[in-house]
């Protein structure tokens, strides 16, 4: 059994080889059976000597091309790391003996894209249908449709993350995009990281819970699982935009108000050919130590008015969750120990 450590410069890096939700550390474990963990900030191999030189040359290939400022797809990623080994011949058909494992996941995605197919196709979608509630979501919803970039800023339970996860999904759908790409800034709220359990990608899932919450309510657990495996969906932490070209896809940047100035700048200028963007953010909920300083606020300032960009704001008026959250809402607005607020008029 061997271990090798290979040295990482920044926490990007580390973010960028684990890949989304430890996806492209699992290809690595699932292809050459080895153990794949980050410490002291390093990346550690773990295995037999073939299987973990093999993964280190996989490894520092992928780097050396990020260290070039090269723009890798997650698609060209797992190529790097789940391919043949370079003593076979790249599209050699690989058949499985008798009682092996089934390959995984990303294994299959990468098999399929390497002859052609795609699981996709055979997805039917059919998404739950959403209604706007109100003249502003109604607004919201027109905005995303002919805008190539929209902001949804104002307060939480308005509906801004949901009905720009429903837009994506119905362009999805209709073809008009070749793939849904969502994203959040990775800030600690009051709390630390350090402090939660797992490794690095075990601390950043709770932070992408309430995208899949939406996808698996819009189009079902199953159909959103299997659109990710196909890389047709993707949820990640902001971290992996950098660098990259969004293009033909549908962005959504949920959670804005937690951006800084230069985070939005680089998200902002990843818009490719053929693509939109939704951002959207409660101002009043960052928390960011210098919350003048928010990359949300800014942004709306500097492109409010620019020809293909629309700026929609919601108010308490437009909340759609429990009664009782706008109440909640006016009462921290006030000052503390106020009077209880005027309940809303039906």
């Not at 919803?141 to 902001?151: C, D, K, T």
């Not at 919450?213 to 993707?234: C, K, M, P, S, T």
Request: proline content about 6%.
């Amino acid at each position: 059994m061997n271990e090798i450590t290979i040295p990482l410069r920044s926490q990007d890096e580390a973010i960028l080889v684990l890949g989304p939700y430890d996806r492209h550390a699992k290809l690595l474990r699932q292809m050459l059976a080895l153990e794949v963990f980050t410490q002291g900030g390093n990346l550690k191999l773990r295995g037999e000597p073939g299987d973990v030189e093999e993964a280190q040359r996989r490894v520092e290939h992928l780097l050396g091309k990020l260290r070039k400022g090269r723009t890798l797809e997650s698609s060209e990623i797992e190529e790097i790391l789940a391919g043949p080994r370079e003593s076979e011949p790249a599209r050699a058909e690989v058949r499985r003996p008798e009682g092996a494992p089934v390959a995984s996941s990303g294994e299959r995605a990468w098999r399929a894209r390497q002859n052609g197919v795609t699981d996709v196709s055979r997805i039917v979608l059919r998404p739950k249908a959403v209604e706007p509630r109100g003249p502003n979501q109604r607004r919201y919803m027109e905005a995303i449709a002919e805008s190539s970039l929209s902001f949804g800023v104002g307060v939480s339970g308005t509906g801004k993350t949901y009905l720009a996860v429903a837009s994506a999904v119905k362009r999805l759908r209709a073809g008009e995009v070749k793939r849904l790409v969502i994203t959040r800034p990775v800030v600690e709220a009051g709390e630390h990281l350090g402090f939660l359990p797992g490794d690095l990608q075990a601390k950043l899932n709770p932070y992408m819970r309430p995208i899949y919450d939406a996808l698996y309510d819009l189009i079902g657990f199953e159909d959103a699982n299997r659109l990710e495996e196909a890389g047709v969906i993707e949820v990640a932490p902001l971290a992996y935009m950098r660098g990259r070209t969004l293009a033909q896809a549908f962005v959504i940047l949920d959670e804005a108000q937690n951006t800084s100035v230069s985070q939005m700048k680089m998200f902002l200028t990843r818009l490719g050919e053929g693509s939109c963007m939704v951002v959207s953010g409660d101002p009043s909920q960052t928390d960011l130590d210098d919350t003048g300083r928010s990359g949300l606020l800014d942004a709306v300032r500097r492109l409010r008015g620019f020809a293909g960009i629309s700026v929609v704001e919601f108010t308490l008026k437009d909340i759609v969750r429990h009664p009782l959250v706008e109440q909640i809402v006016r009462a921290y607005e006030g000052p503390p120990g106020g009077a209880p607020p005027a309940p809303r008029k039906a």
